[in-house]
């Protein structure tokens, strides 16, 4: 399991990265310190799941979930933040995210969540639904030219 | 032979050859000589003229007489020519003169006349020859005695022709005057005189009077006087002395004789050279003369003498039958006085004149009667006349007759009688008694006299009077007559109580005494006078009251045909103290308008400037004439013209009106000025009064509020950026430092826990759970720093959250309505909107204990409405905001503070107990930023 972690704060980064790596399942752990930085590595990397913090400055969690999830090779993504609550669930699914997590409690439920998603079978993941396309032309355009031309190439192959 | 020859030597020799013919020649010589000496003697000595002249009329020789006779010498006339001396203006001399000198006939004798050096003409005869080589050789004779004597002879026929006119003249005249007039015509139409006259004495004066005169120098008369006093010269000369000594006087040489020098100036002008008077007599008495002036000395020849003298004997004789005549005219005239008389008297007289008997009855009346009644003549006789006197006169008049009848005396009565055409004239009667030799009437003569006009014009006169005295005396102006002193001659009622005075006191004073004076004032007064010739005296002086004080009148004098002056005088303190009130109100108004702080100007419909202030004169730098004559709004700037009409034209259309505008100062400033201006009705024209004040002062403080406002909101600002910002700043650091040091810690213990022992176990769980503690506390103080739920997902999702995490476990009922699909919105509209509904929020739970809020976001076209009501207890907001500006508090001006930052509108509504409500809307566009999390 090739996992792409991506967070603003390098301490935290570091920790959750030094942790993964001794997680037998996961083959290989790639840390990001942003949200345009993640998308760059996950595009080259192609990770199996994509662990990423919702507040950053440069491109935000949720930014990064959609455009992860509009990639042929659309990895799992996990969403990750301190706060909590309905909106902040809603917003993740919204997006395509497949979990949320909440930080206080990443010790007791990362784990299981990595684990469930490696015990799906893989072509689940390929027939996994496709996360709600957006239709509005300018919205597709604007996310080009946020995200960079690797991606808008991308998105032209989606 | 030569004359050399015949002087020479020779001569001997030529004179013996010649000897037999010499001596017959030298005989011959001699007889020669002799004859040319005879001829030259008679030459000389003739008593004739001789002359040769030639063809060019020159003369070559003279002889003695002829220049005697001409008065030239012999070589001065030997320089002239014919023609110089002959008279241009005879064409026969001419002719006769032109034909000799073309060789033709020359006529044996020729009477014509030469002119004398000194200029008369002398009358000549000449005969003429002319000689073998064309000379003419001319005679000539002074023919004057001869032309004299013919001239005296044609006067003396010429004179008895007069006398005989003077004869039939004398026959034929009818007075005096006439006879005179007709002598002395005669006298020089016959007698070829200059001028006659005929004088008479005026035994009075003893000088001589003219009476008749005739001629060509007739005006001569009118330049001398003449007398019969031998003691004065002018008594002495021909006419006086024939007045007094009764002989007839000549005077031939009249220029040159020392008896006529008086006159000899006159007489020269009047071309008079001879005279001669003849004394008049009537009944034996000389009564004056006859005076014939003769134009060529002595005319007056003895030979006409007598004849003249016949002539004045003749007059005189015509006096005596004139006297005689009239003595007889008068004896018959006298005879014929009586009726005759009378009835031409009666007739000629336009008065009516009757005459009746001594009992009353008509007799006769004149003619008069009829031309003045138009009435019948018989209608006056017997009693008939008294049926046309007026039915209200008759018994008067007989009254009056039969007074004067029994008394004997005249009468008169004044009566109307109707005329023929009905109306009725006004006559004075007037009848006089005629006495029988015993004492008795006989009959009465007496007159009627038309006094209809003069009664019209008494009654007129009497009526006018009346009415002028009415007038005088009822007219409210005061009125005197003066006369040239200045003494008053007459008063009227009004004067005497405008002054204080009785009657009688006041006509005692003079002008003097009561006018005041003031020198300068008359002057001045004076000069107002003449500044409007032609008006009627028109003065405004002051008169003195009886009291002393002065009484402002005007006056109006007039020169009456008496020589008084007649002056109305009108009291005027009422319209001086009217005026002098008008020129305080002007005055104050003036002072008022010049003491105003601004502008003031009254213009009119027009826009042109009628009046203003001082202030006006003294910010435009304009003076008086260009204010005057400016144009509409002519004193604000360039720039503010269009609004200058404007506001005028508003001004009449509103009644009133404001308007701001700028003045252009005279050092080049522009000013800027507030106008309030009203429309008014003035000198019944519709005008405009406005004032103006300099509101820069006003200007520059608002400026510098609008300054510290934009100063003060940047401040609260960057007051509330700030906090904001560093809320936002601790909240992120709590969350992203502390929180993700916290996870990482946790994490990490996580890890070490599957390294402890079994029974260790649960200290390295405690620990993590401390450290779940420790971030869910990290957690909260974030959020309430700054909700990260506002940044991560928007307005919608913070309120949402808001009321969940927050308002509902504090025990308040929360309902929330806001669209799902708001989206997000600018970054500090989100932030405006949340604090907001957050202060009103916390000021529902902590000072209104509201049980329920009501959030409302309501998105409308461009703007977001913002509602927030709750139930609480509500409060004053007046007091609360005065609270807040105090410093109590900040939430409200929080509120407000931020929603006017977005640029929104704020406003509270609360009614104590009956809870509050907060609304605010902003202006709303979407946020590109935040578009990624809109989830559409």
Same mark, same amino acid.
């Given at each position: ?158 | ?57 020159? %003369? ?6 002829? +220049? ?114 007709? /002598? +002395? ?118 030979? !006409? ?16 039958? %004139? ?22 008297? /009666? ?40 049926? *046309? ?82 007038? *005088? ?22 004067? +005497? ?37 032609? @008006? ?98 002519? %004193?604000?700037?360039?720039? +503010? ?96 430092? *502390? ?24 200290? @390295? ?19 309430? !720093? ?65 049980? @329920?809020?009501?959030?409302? !976001? ?30 109590? @508090? ?27 409500? /907060? ?18």
């Amino acid at each position: 399991m090739r996992v792409l972690i991506i967070d603003d704060q390098p301490g935290f980064l570091a920790t959750l990265t030094g942790m993964l790596m001794l997680i037998p399942e996961i083959e290989a752990v790639c840390p990001a310190l942003g949200g345009l930085e993640g998308l760059s590595l996950a595009a080259e990397m192609r990770p199996d799941v994509v662990l990423t913090d919702l507040s950053m400055p440069d491109l935000n969690g949720a930014a990064v979930t959609r455009r992860l999830k509009e990639r042929a090779w659309a990895p799992y993504v996990l969403m990750m933040s301190f706060n909590d609550g309905p909106e902040y669930r809603e917003m993740a699914h919204g997006v395509g995210a497949d979990a949320y997590l909440v930080k206080s409690d990443l010790d007791q439920q990362l784990v299981p969540v990595l684990r469930r998603l490696r015990a799906e079978p893989a072509g689940e993941k390929e027939h996994a639904p496709a996360p709600p396309r957006r239709t509005g032309t300018l919205a597709r355009r604007h996310d080009a030219v946020r995200t960079g031309k690797t991606d808008s190439k991308d998105t032209r192959q989606a | 032979m030569s004359k050399t020859a015949r002087t020479g030597s020779d001569r001997a020799a030529i004179q013996a050859t010649a000897a037999p013919y010499y001596e017959v020649r030298v005989f011959a010589e001699r007889a020669l000589e002799e004859s040319r000496r005879q001829y030259q003697e008679l030459v000389n000595e003739s008593r004739d003229g001789i002359y040769q002249r030639d063809e060019s009329r020159r %003369f070559l020789f003279v002889n003695p007489s002829l +220049c005697r006779m001409l008065g030239y010498e012999a070589g001065e006339l030997l320089q002239l020519t014919i023609d110089d001396i002959c008279d241009p203006d005879d064409p026969d001399a001419a002719q006769v003169r032109n034909k000799a000198d073309e060789g033709g006939e020359i006529p044996a004798l020729m009477n014509w006349r030469f002119r004398h050096r000194d200029g008369h003409w002398v009358p000549v005869e000449t005969s003429a020859r002319r000689l073998e080589d064309g000379r003419l050789l001319v005679t000539v004779r002074d023919v004057s005695e001869r032309v004299r004597a013919q001239e005296a002879l044609a006067h003396q026929r010429d004179l008895y022709a007069a006398l005989s006119e003077t004869g039939k003249a004398i026959i034929g005249a009818e007075n005096r005057e006439r006879l005179f007039e007709d /002598v +002395c015509r005669i006298a020089v139409q016959y007698g070829k005189l200059r001028f006659a006259a005929i004088y008479l004495i005026d035994p009075a004066d003893r000088r001589l009077h003219l009476a008749a005169r005739c001629g060509e120098a007739a005006g001569y008369a009118d330049g001398v006087t003449m007398s019969i006093d031998a003691s004065h010269p002018e008594g002495r000369g021909p006419t006086g002395t024939a007045a007094r000594s009764g002989e007839p006087q000549v005077c031939n040489d009249y220029l040159e004789s020392a008896a006529t020098a008086p006159w000899h100036d006159c007489a020269r002008r009047a071309g008079i050279e001879a005279m001669a008077a003849f004394p008049l007599r009537e009944a034996g008495e000389v009564v004056g003369t006859l005076n014939l002036y003769a134009g060529e000395p002595g005319y007056f020849t003895d030979e !006409l003498l007598p004849t003249l003298r016949d002539m004045a004997g003749g007059l005189s004789h015509a006096l005596n039958n %004139f006297t005689r005549e009239a003595e007889r005219r008068k004896a018959e005239a006298a005879l014929h006085l009586g009726e005759e008389r009378f009835r031409t008297l /009666v007739e000629a007289t336009s008065n009516i004149v009757w005459l009746t008997d001594a009992r009353g009855v008509t007799v006769s009346a004149s003619k008069g009667f009829e031309e003045v009644t138009g009435l019948d003549s018989s209608t006056a006789l017997g009693f008939r006349w008294l049926s *046309v006197v007026h039915p209200d006169d008759r018994q008067p008049v007989i009254a009056a007759w039969r007074y004067a009848s029994e008394n004997r005396v005249a009468y008169t009565v004044e009566s109307r009688s109707r005329m023929q055409d009905g109306s009725y004239r006004w006559f004075s009667v007037h009848g006089e008694p005629i006495f029988e030799p015993d004492g008795s009437i006989r009959e009465w003569i007496g007159t009627c006299t038309d006094i209809n006009d003069q009664k019209l014009a008494h009654g007129v006169l009497r009526d006018s009077r009346q009415q002028y005295l009415e007038l *005088v005396e009822g007219s409210r102006d005061g009125i005197y007559q003066r006369d040239a002193d200045g003494r008053l001659l007459f008063v009227n009622t009004a004067l +005497c109580r405008m002054l204080g005075y009785e009657h009688d006191e006041l006509l005692r004073k003079s002008i003097h005494e009561i006018a005041d004076l003031d020198a300068a004032r008359i002057e001045e007064n004076r000069q107002q006078q003449d500044g409007r010739a032609g @008006s009627p005296t028109l003065l405004a002086i002051r008169l003195k009251h009886r009291n002393g004080s002065y009484v402002p009148v005007e006056t109006n004098a007039k020169q009456l045909a008496s020589g008084r002056t007649q002056v109305m005088v009108r009291d005027i303190s009422a319209r001086v103290a009217a005026e002098r009130r008008l020129e305080d109100e002007r005055k104050f108004i003036m002072h008022s308008m010049n003491s105003l702080p601004g502008i003031f100007y009254v213009h009119d419909a027009q826009g042109r400037l009628m009046r203003w202030n001082e202030r006006l004169e003294q910010v435009t730098g304009l003076g008086a004439d260009q204010l005057g004559l400016m144009e509409p709004a002519g %004193f604000v700037t360039e720039a +503010c013209r269009d609004e200058a009409l404007a506001f005028l034209h508003r001004t009449f259309a509103q009644g009133e009106a404001d308007a701001e505008m700028d003045l252009k100062m005279p050092d080049g400033r522009d000013v800027p000025y507030h106008f309030n201006a009203r429309r008014f009705t003035w000198q019944g024209r519709v005008c405009v009064a406005g004032v103006a004040i300099d509101i820069s002062e006003r200007r520059e403080a608002e400026a510098r509020e609008r300054r510290y406002i934009h100063e003060a909101r940047e401040l609260s600002r960057r007051l509330l950026t700030a906090q904001e910002q560093e809320r936002r700043g601790i909240a992120r650091e709590l969350h992203d430092e *502390v929180g993700s040091a916290l996870t990482a810690l946790q994490m990490q213990i996580k890890g070490m826990e599957d390294k402890l022992p079994e029974d260790s176990r649960h200290l @390295s769980q405690e620990s993590r759970e401390i450290v779940r503690v420790l971030l869910k506390q990290a957690r909260d103080m974030s959020l309430d !720093l700054r909700p990260s739920v506002l940044d991560d997902l928007g307005l919608t999702a913070a309120v949402n959250w808001y009321s969940r995490e927050r308002l509902r476990p504090a025990g308040l009922q929360v309902e929330v309505d806001a669209p799902a699909g708001l989206g997000r919105l600018a970054a500090d509209v989100e932030s405006a909107c949340f604090r907001v509904i957050q202060g009103a929020a916390i000021n529902a739970l902590r000072h209104g204990h509201a049980r @329920s809020l009501s959030i409302r !976001l309501a998105p409308t076209a461009g703007a977001l409405i913002l509602t927030v009501q709750d139930d609480g207890e509500g409060f004053d907001v007046t007091a609360a905001r005065a609270r807040a500006t105090g410093g109590a @508090s900040l939430g409200l001006l929080a509120m407000e503070e931020r929603a006017r930052l977005v640029g929104g509108e704020f406003s509270i509504e609360s009614t104590p107990g009956a809870g509050t409500t /907060v609304h605010m809307l902003v202006p709303m566009h979407g946020d590109p930023e935040a578009g990624d999390l809109d989830e559409d």
